[in-house]
């Protein structure tokens, strides 16, 4: 829900942190026990402060905790997923290509005769921009 954070409620801000805080700890060890034992020492962290309710205090430790995550943040992550925060390198990445604007001028006319009144409006409005282009205006 990333287009709306405000819309989040500060428990499911706590549980995306929790969740990064768990991939950052793959990323840093290898053997199975010793990523269990960091993962359980960090429970033990989150546990420690699940009973504060002032909302202030609340999100002063939301802050220190986001912001100690961003300066352990581990420089090669391992665990990336499919449209996960936008970052390339997921197995999902880019999957979409969405072909440029120039692909249209090569439509058959019969494509095109599906379209008339999108056609016509790209049609004036590439004039336009020639135009603009010739006398300057496009820089």
Not at 2 to 10: D, G, I, K, Y
Request: glycine letters at 6%; a positive charge; proline letters at 6%.
């Amino acid at each position: 829900m990333a287009f709306a954070p405000e819309l989040r409620t500060h428990a499911q801000h706590v549980c995306t942190l929790y969740k990064q805080a768990m991939r950052n700890i793959e990323g840093y060890y290898v053997g199975r026990t010793l990523i269990r034992y960091q993962q359980v020492q960090l429970r033990a962290r989150f546990d420690e402060n699940k009973d504060v309710s002032d909302p202030k205090e609340q999100r002063r430790l939301l802050w220190v905790g986001r912001d100690e995550l961003f300066l352990k943040k581990h420089p090669l992550p391992l665990a990336k997923f499919a449209k996960s925060l936008g970052i390339a390198g997921g197995v999902a990445y880019a999957r979409v290509v969405e072909p440029p604007d120039w692909v249209m001028d090569y439509w058959h006319p019969l494509e095109k005769a599906q379209y008339p009144v999108y056609f016509r409006t790209r049609e004036e409005r590439k004039c336009e921009f020639i135009d603009k282009w010739y006398r300057g205006e496009l820089c």
